[in-house]
Structure formats: structure tokens, C-alpha cells
């Protein structure tokens, strides 16, 4: 079980044939590393099954090779188009998972320099085509772990700055807190080549070109997003786990955010995410350890709102009414109100 989805296998991956399995998509949602937070958003697991479908359908499409298989409905696994309501089970091509050991305080990835084929590749590979506020780069700016030269930049950006060309960033996937790492350390710790990792980084771009075009059809701006890739028995990238949806992706609509970054907006004004912040800052591996404040609840029209943000993007993503909300547009004006009214700014 994840925080936002339960993973249930079917068969089992082995050294040189792929298994097959399910995400359950729950209405669980997470928040800075944390973990199921206090609510749930109703609607929520069936709107990401919807939208990460619809993606690796037109991923797929375009040749590109995915873990995808279908939707399941009344036992049946289908295509989009074929679906009679929306669900929330989602079949795959299942990878083995290696996990790093962790030795005395040090994850060891030893493990990628043996093994050829048939697992998940242990990073989050993120794009960037701007730098909104709540961007992790800048933190990582002023504590120095990037450079403004590795940005092509000659002075420290403005939050809200749109890229000329998008970036590619890369992060640990498997260990207790996401950790960012170069490409040279990227490459490393996962035993990939100079072109495998250029690979990905064009796969990457291409997912990137074609979220943004499909989401600039709701008015929406794909600030930035997430993807994560496996390789096939044969070592060919494959797109894995999900993409595109409201928990990969951070959009915007006239600078109100649409993703879960509205749920973050509210928490870093809380006692909770200050604890957890300092948490970080002194241990990477146990920080949850030392945080003994709870996460508090969302307000309750606030939950609701967000809950509606989910389904009716899947609703105008795919031109299709799954869910009974209003238009996208009506809702995010609400939440701006709903901002405003908690003395916060969207």
C-alpha cells in the first residue's frame, strides 16, 4: 500500500519476463513526504486513474513504450473509450522493485551494476518549465546545493519565472526522503549509460510537450511535473507508475494553482509543516521521528473544492462528464476566494 494508491499483484515480476498488477487509486492524498494525511478527497482515486489512462493511451499513440495495459471495469481490463463509468483500477506490466540497502546512514545502490533488465529505474525524473513559488529550487539556491550557472541563470530568478527551454531534474525514488541529484550522480547510482540517461531525458521532454498541449486546452499552464521509468526484459525504457495527472503534475490557471499544491499552500501556514520542515533539516532518513505535532485537517469546503479541482479535469482533459461538478474555471475562482477569505495568497 502507498499513500495514494495500493499496488496489487497479480503475478509476480521475475529476472527476465515482466509480472502483471493493479493500482488501486484511493482518495488518500499526501503532502511533503508525509503519508495518508487526516481526510480524504472524494472523487479523487477515480479522476487519477482517468487522467493517467488517458495519457499513456496517447503516449502510446506516439510510439513511446509504457507499463500500461488498461482500465479494469466488471472484472474486464479496457481502453478509455470502451469504459461504461469511471474506475479506479488500473492494470500494468509489473518490474521488479530493488531496493538500496541502507548501510550506516548511506544508501547502497551496488545492486544496478548487476542486474540488466526487468526493474524500476530508482529515480524521479522532474521537468520544469518554470519556477513557481513553493519551487524547491529555490531552497536548493540558497542553501547551495544549485548553482544558478546549472539553470543558465546570472542572477537568482523571481518565483513565477517561465523557462525558455524546460529543465530536467532528477531525484531519488526509493529512499525515506526524496534527495535531488546531479546528472553525473543520477547516472551513477542507478548504473545507467551516457545514452540510456539522455534517453530518458528525451523521453522526458516529449511527455513534458505533450502534457502542456493538452492541458493548455482547459486554459491551464504545466508549470512542472513528474515522471518515472523502468526498464523491459530487453532493457528499453518504459514509461511507468502514473503521469499527468493532479499528484505528478503542478498547473496553474492565472496563477491559481491546480494540483495538490493547493493543499500545500494551506499547510505551510500551519505548526505541523514547521515542525516537519525542521525535521528535515536534521534528519534526512528518521525526520518523522521528530516531528510529534499531527497534520491537521483540511477546512472542510476547502477539501470539497480540491476534491471537484480533480474530477473536473478529468472531465475536460478527456471531453468526457465522468463526474457531476462544475467547470474548472468556476471552481478555481472559488478557491481563490477561499484563499483570500484564510488570509492566504494563491
Request: with cysteine; aromatic share 10%; charged share 35%.
Amino acid at each position: 500500500m502507498g499513500s495514494v494508491k495500493d499496488v496489487v499483484v497479480l503475478r509476480e515480476a521475475g529476472v527476465s519476463e515482466p509480472g502483471v498488477g493493479r493500482f488501486i487509486f484511493s482518495d488518500r492524498y499526501s503532502v511533503f513526504d508525509w503519508g495518508e494525511m487526516p481526510d480524504h478527497l472524494l472523487g479523487k482515486g477515480k479522476s487519477l486513474c482517468i487522467a493517467t489512462a488517458y495519457f499513456f493511451e496517447k503516449l502510446e499513440d506516439m510510439g513511446i513504450k509504457t507499463h500500461y495495459l488498461g482500465v479494469v471495469e466488471d472484472g474486464k481490463v479496457k481502453r478509455l473509450k470502451d469504459l461504461k463509468e469511471p474506475q479506479n483500477v488500473l492494470e500494468f506490466k509489473l518490474l521488479r522493485v530493488l531496493r538500496p540497502k541502507l548501510v550506516s546512514g548511506r544508501y547502497d545502490y551496488s545492486i544496478y551494476r548487476s542486474e540488466r533488465g526487468n526493474f524500476l529505474i530508482p529515480l524521479e525524473v522532474i521537468y520544469r518549465n518554470s519556477l513557481p513559488e513553493g519551487s524547491s529550487v529555490f531552497r536548493r539556491l540558497k542553501e547551495g546545493s544549485l548553482r544558478l550557472e546549472d539553470l543558465g541563470f546570472k542572477e537568482m530568478p523571481e518565483p513565477g519565472r517561465i523557462l525558455e527551454r524546460p529543465i530536467v531534474d532528477f531525484s531519488t525514488k526509493l529512499e525515506a526522503t526524496d534527495r535531488y541529484l546531479s546528472w553525473r550522480e543520477a547516472m551513477d547510482i542507478c548504473a545507467l549509460s551516457e545514452m540510456e540517461l539522455n534517453d530518458i531525458k528525451e523521453i522526458t521532454l516529449a511527455v513534458d510537450a505533450l502534457i502542456t498541449k493538452e492541458v493548455e486546452r482547459l486554459g491551464l499552464f504545466n508549470e512542472d511535473g513528474k515522471v518515472e521509468f523502468g526498464f523491459d526484459e530487453g532493457r528499453n525504457l518504459v514509461l511507468v507508475d502514473a503521469l499527468g495527472t493532479l499528484d505528478e503534475c503542478r498547473f496553474s490557471y492565472k496563477g491559481v494553482p491546480v494540483s495538490k499544491e493547493i493543499a500545500r499552500i494551506y499547510y505551510r501556514k500551519t505548526d505541523w509543516y514547521k515542525e516537519v520542515a525542521d525535521a528535515k533539516s536534521k534528519d534526512r532518513v528518521n525526520w518523522k521521528s521528530l516531528v510529534k505535532v499531527s497534520p491537521p485537517k483540511l477546512p472542510e469546503r476547502l477539501a470539497k473544492l480540491i476534491s471537484q479541482v480533480y474530477m473536473a479535469y478529468a472531465n475536460e482533459l478527456t471531453g468526457r462528464d465522468w463526474f457531476d461538478v462544475p467547470p474548472l474555471r468556476e471552481i478555481l475562482k472559488e478557491i481563490e476566494g477561499a484563499f483570500e477569505s484564510y488570509g492566504e495568497g494563491a
